[in-house]
Structures are given as structure tokens and as C-alpha cells.
């Protein structure tokens, strides 16, 4: 579903080069979840930049369904992710002036779904995700576990082919983590969604089927684990 090859990636300062990813090789196949490990400076925010399209690499390709999207121009990768790309943040990067289900319609209204298409697709998201009589509320009325699930049922309502999970319990207490990660090892085993998920922590890692670890801009390891 999604094919990494031969991914390198440097930024150019002046005169100077900073070589961020070095022939980065890997796979993720459809309805996997997976773990990119790394700490911080490894290079796995790059990677996930590179990956959704947000960056284009220095070298090497990246295939999703078979799109390589380093060759498509700005405007088919903005149409591109709007279809196929669903994102997770730290942060939640709620709009806080609209209620939690006007934020999980708003990638529709992009997409011009009618509107009573899109509070019907993210009422039932919002149910899916154990908040649904929380839908008229607003995101500062919300706790950070909660703000965490508006999120993945915004991520999910454009039917994505994979999630891109930027350090999605980064802000949580353990308990809120383990009841995100729960929810997410629940939507990929019911519903098929492809998770990667971009983490600096153990725990979250080792819940997913597979790890992949970074380390200093290489890929050091693939480590396949039995989610739970």
C-alpha cells in the first residue's frame, strides 16, 4: 500500500548541507499498523512529512497505491491528500470558534459534500470514538483525551487509505495514552484503516504489529511485534 525507496533528504543552508534521511527502504502493507521509532533529530518528522506528501525528498521515491507522489505537482498533491490522507496531531489543531462535529465535517466541505452528508459521516464518527454526545460542544470544553479523539474521527472521515499519526499521545497522561492507543488498535482491526504512527515512546510503539526504527537519519531496524 505504501512503498519507501531509496529515500534520502538534506536542506541546504548557504554553502552548507544537512543530510536529514539517508536510503531510507521500507514497506507498509494495507491494514497494517506501524511504529516509526526514533528520538528526536532522528529524522522520523521529516519522514512523515515526506511520506504525506507535505515535502518533496532530495532523492528517491515514495508510492502510495502505486502513485509515486514525489513526481505529482503542488496541486495534484493537495487533491491527493485531501483523498487518500488522513492526519493525526500532537496538538489536536482544533479550530476552536467550531463545535467538534464542525470540526470533523470541515475536511468534507473541501471534498463539497452536502451538508447534511456531513453531520450525518461525522455524528457517526464521533459515536465511533466514544464522544458523540459531546458534538455541539466546543474543543476548550473538551479534556486533552478527548480533543485527541475529535481528531482521529477527523482524520477518519474522508474514507483515508492511511493515517499519519504525528506523536499522537505526546500530550497525554499514561492512562489517556493507553485509551488512544486502545481506540486506534480498534479502528485498524475493525474498520481496516493503515495507522503509521510517528512516536518517541516505547509504549506506544510496542503496541503496533511492527516498528521501525530510526536512528540518525537511517533505518537501523524493523522490529515485528504482536499488537495487544
Known sequence: MLRVERLSHHFQTGDETTSVLQQIDFHVHK???VALLGSSGSG????L???AGLMKPTEGSILINGHAIERMSENQLAEFRRTNIGFIFQSYELIPHLTIRENVELPLIFQSVKASERKDRAQQLLEQVGIGEKSNMFPSQLSGGQQQRV???RSL???????FADEPTGNLDTRTEEEIIDLLINLNRTYGITFIIVTHEQSVAKRTERILHLKDGQLIAQERKDSN
Open 157 to 163: 472521515v474522508t474514507h483515508p487509505t492511511v493515517v
Open 151 to 153: 481528531s482521529i474521527a
Open 31 to 33: 491494514n497494517e499498523m
Open 44 to 47: 522520523k518528522s521529516t519522514l
Open 49 to 51: 512529512n515526506l511520506m
